[in-house]
């Protein structure tokens, strides 16, 4: 009995902008770029991919607490 998935994140397909410049290795995930907006790192253009990331665990909304029927 172990919990891996505690020790494994899980890795998602993460739709992304890319440089397309091969020797520039920046990225930023979709939700942080916009269509045509140019590399951070070298200002030239960015396309669209794909990356498998770990979930975001930062963007948790609040969830109102069930009522534990058992308490
Ligand atoms: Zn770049």
Known sequence: MSDEQ???PELIPTK????????????VREEFG??????????GPMMRSMR???????KIKRQPKKKDPWT
């Open 52 to 58: 498998h990331l770990p979930k975001v665990q930062n």
């Open 16 to 27: 992304i902008y890319k440089c397309k410049n091969p020797e520039c290795k920046a990225w």
């Open 6 to 8: 505690e020790s494994k």
């Open 34 to 43: 916009s269509e045509g907006q140019p590399c951070p790192m070298c200002k």
